[in-house]
């Protein structure tokens, strides 16, 4: 195990643990910890980072068919068997909504974030090893939250009260991976995530953003991949040749 990968693993473990410490909020119903039940898939990804890539991207939190499931950031289940080749058994915790089950890897829900933001790096790089040389993803938050229905809670929509708590221990452990990885930039998937990367890290630390790839974007939706491509070309993470 190399010192960077060893390094992420330990962070993402001392995170689950803070984070479990914390209270929900009455308006959170279930709260899913990826980092727990499916630690074998999640292990298997963080080993794959390596030290001083070119750029580290920041995603929110898990998605509902794919982090939730996959233990991958951005973690549809195609995406992280075929092209990052993880396929691991999930445990799922007996504490689950019934409208939001988690099947592992039997998951037939394609999580849309995922497939674009994958298939990018895999059209762009052509292989997982190609892509660690040059970049890892990290979820600032490795919590899922849902209500009482059902419905996705993104961190932002937490109560002032719980969310406190959680932003300073997920800006600690972002600012961890950093000095862990020591990448050429940062660049945070959406507004809310280069907000997160800029509040925590160092000033002076280069961070942009890229769209995100999300469904419910309505500029998502008109043409992710070539969007996406032009700012990752401008902030110089991808050639114009990519």
Known sequence: MSQPAASIVRIARALSRELSALHPPSSVAFTYDPIVYAWSAHRAYCLMARTRPLALFVG????????????????????????????????????QHPRRPIEG???????????????????????????????FVWNWCPLAFLSASGANVTPDKLPASVRGPIEAACDRALMRIVRALEPGMVIGVGGFARDRAIGALPSGTAVHTVLHPSPASPAANRGWDRQARAQLVACGFLDRSA
């Not at 939730?68 to 058994?89: K, M, S």
């Not at 890897?105 to 394609?110: G, I, P």
């Not at 674009?116 to 660690?132: C, K, N, V």
């Open 105 to 135: 890897f039997a998951c037939s829900r394609s999580e849309v974030s995922g497939r674009r933001f994958w298939g990018l790096m895999r059209d762009a790089f052509g292989t997982r090893t190609e892509f660690f040389r040059n970049a």
């Open 60 to 95: 929110m939190n898990p998605g509902p068919f794919g982090m939730v499931q996959t233990g991958v950031p951005f973690g549809e289940v195609a995406a992280v068997q075929g092209f990052l080749g993880i396929d691991e058994r999930i445990t799922p915790p007996a504490h």
